[in-house]
């Protein structure tokens, strides 16, 4: 391929810009601290998609963006390549988490119960166009109860290991500092599970879906139920240079385990995110589920799903098809006059002799 | 042994501290400075937290992603102070980090004990309220 400088562009270029952020205006504190605080939901998909934990910052990135999440998690990917790495901290493990909602649809009577948590799973989705017209939404408080529900809860499928419907797996032991991390090193396949949990956890979420959702409706080997899904709360378990570990505060993070027969035991998906994002961690976990045996170039197929849910590269590969690729495509515009050319020159079909 | 370590765990102290509300924690922390006298700054920076998590399903560790984290880090003759929090709140990490050192040395000992102690009730009784909250929608499931 051949490439050729031109310009004349600049100008463009710099009022197209203008242009793009005239349409948002000022952005200042006030308007960051509105959009982390009204739409925390979105706050934590550009979180989880960015790998990148921090509301006030995410904010800003939709603010710059206007809303533009390929390129609110882009910027925030960008940003988090100028902070140094202090530390890796301790391994969150899922009975420690402050959880905020834990469900399963495999199992009703499950160990500590069914918490629904926040959720509008249940609820009738109608639009509040009374607002439009002046009249606020406020939203009715919630009844607490008079005892707090315990703050850690145990895991399903440890319940369901002692009832030898699934084999616990043996802990992994690997030192936070050498657990193996695709922002350092590539992702080969067949790929290490530590690089596909951490891929999966930074998904594009609508790709997620899409791959998870093709699996769900047949085009995979397992059907999934939900054996354990989480919204949870998560100590960051630091080190003092003394060697004392603490909590340098608490993340949220989302998770689910899948669930499928598979001869006498029960086989398991999992996924996590940081942030809240249920339905990227059934999609993704649903993928987990189906991955092993997949065939090449199916929808479930590890290869297939990992290359295709990283948001920022595929966004990135189809943003580019805009730029100028007149060079190559004068080149084939180019062979197609030719052989029309030579084509025409050609002398008629002359008839056959008598 | 510093007095802290006696009374309490020097991890709950920073994890008191490190959830403490940056406008309770600044001022009390600004009121140390003049006890602590000549100070070394060894840190005070923004930076990444990476937070893996382990797979429930095989048992994996795996990273979730970053957490942007606020560090300081003192240093005042053989003692030591230190601040990690969540979030871009430097001025948090280093009144964090100079309760860590006050404590170390010795200094404000009682009144650090009770700014402790006030912040320690106050995030219980915040977890308490979320869970209360979360406690009413549990659900009571009847099958017929």
């Not at chain 1, 390549?81 to 649809?105: C, E, M, Y």
């Amino acid at each position: 391929m051949a490439y050729v400088a031109t310009r004349g562009g600049a100008r463009a270029i710099e009022q197209a810009e203008r242009l793009f952020r005239a349409e948002m205006g000022e952005i200042d504190p006030a308007r960051v601290n509105e959009i982390r605080t009204a739409m925390p939901y979105l706050i934590d998909r550009v979180m989880g998609e960015a790998s990148l934990y921090d509301e006030d910052i995410a904010a800003l990135a939709l603010a710059q963006t206007g809303g533009e999440l390929y390129e609110a998690v882009l910027l925030l990917r960008a940003w988090r390549t100028t902070q140094p790495r202090l530390q890796v901290a301790q391994p969150v493990q899922q009975n420690a988490l402050f959880t905020h909602r834990r469900i399963s649809a495999a199992f009703k009577d499950i160990p500590g119960g069914q918490l629904l948590g926040p959720t509008l799973d249940y609820s009738h989705r109608i639009l509040a166009s009374d607002v439009l017209t002046g009249t606020p939404f406020v939203p009715v408080p919630v009844d607490a109860a008079a005892q707090p529900a315990p703050a850690t809860q145990p895991s399903v499928a440890a319940w369901q290991a002692a009832n030898d419907l699934v084999d616990l797996p043996e802990p992994d032991l690997t030192r936070p500092d050498d657990i193996p991390d695709i922002t350092r090193e590539p992702v080969l396949f067949p790929s290490k599970r530590a690089h596909t949990l951490q891929s999966l956890a930074r998904a594009d979420t609508g790709g997620t879906l899409a791959l998870g959702y093709a699996a769900m409706r047949g085009y995979g080997k397992a059907h999934p139920t939900v054996n354990e899904l989480r919204l949870a709360e998560a100590e960051v378990m630091v080190k003092h240079p003394k060697g004392t570990e603490f909590s340098a505060g608490r993340v949220k993070v989302s998770q689910a385990e899948v669930v499928s027969k598979s001869g006498e035991k029960l086989s398991l998906g999992f996924a996590a995110t940081l942030g809240w994002n249920e339905v990227k961690c059934i999609s993704a976990a649903t993928l987990d589920l189906n991955s092993k045996g997949a065939a090449k170039g199916s929808a479930t197929e590890e290869e297939f799903f990992l290359y295709h849910t990283e948001g920022v590269e595929s966004s990135g590969f189809c943003i580019h098809f805009k730029l100028p690729h007149y060079v190559t495509f004068q080149s084939s515009l180019d062979a197609m006059r030719d052989a029309n050319a030579k084509r025409q020159a050609q002398p008629q079909d002359q008839e056959p002799a008598e | 042994m510093s007095q802290h370590h006696r009374d309490w765990a020097h991890s709950e102290v920073l994890g008191v501290l490190a959830r403490s509300a940056p406008d309770a924690l600044k001022p009390f922390a600004e009121e140390l400075v003049p006890q602590l006298g000549d100070l070394e700054v060894v840190n005070s920076r923004t930076g990444l937290v990476m937070l893996p998590m382990r797979d429930t399903a095989q048992g994996t560790a795996f990273h979730l992603g970053e957490v942007l984290v606020s560090e300081a880090h003192l240093r005042c003759g053989p003692h030591e102070g230190y601040g990690m929090r969540k979030g871009r709140d430097l001025e948090a990490a280093m009144a964090m980090a100079l309760v860590d050192l006050a404590l170390d040395v010795g200094i404000a000992v009682a009144d650090c004990h009770a700014f402790l102690a006030t912040q320690r009730t106050d995030h219980a009784e915040q977890d308490r309220a979320t869970l209360c909250r979360i406690e009413a929608t549990r659900v009571d499931m009847e099958t017929f």
